[in-house]
């Protein structure tokens, strides 16, 4: 299984990106998946994650902000960010949700600017 991450880039404060993760193999549509974020200094934490059925839940400090989302059709997973933050610095990655030691890919890199 692989996990290539893109959408990432720079933003100002306030701005949106829309990050995408192409996932390898037919098995995406049988795993609840996350987003990952390691910011800065921090370890990385889950900052959403979406069920294989659909149902999602999100961190207290996205909530209201991001919004994940899935097409199992082409083993796609999305994380839209709005209201960026400065504080949304920080690499992000998709992973299965709990996330598979393994299957780490690269991830995308997100920078906003105050």
């Known amino acids: 299984v692989q996990f290539v991450e893109s959408g990432g880039g720079l933003v100002q404060s306030g701005g949106s990106l829309r990050l995408s993760c192409e996932v390898s193999g037919s098995i995406f549509r049988l795993y609840a998946m996350a987003w990952y974020r390691r910011a800065p200094g921090k370890w990385r934490e889950s900052v959403a994650s979406i069920s294989d059925s659909g149902r999602t839940s999100y961190a207290d400090a996205v909530k209201g902000r991001f919004t994940i989302s899935r097409d199992n059709a082409i083993n796609t997973l999305y994380l839209q960010l709005n209201s960026l933050k400065p504080e949304d610095t920080a690499v992000y990655y998709c992973?299965?949700?709990?996330?598979?030691?393994?299957?780490w890919g690269q991830g995308t890199q997100v920078i906003v600017s105050s």
């Open positions: 992973n299965t949700d709990p996330e598979r030691d393994n299957w």
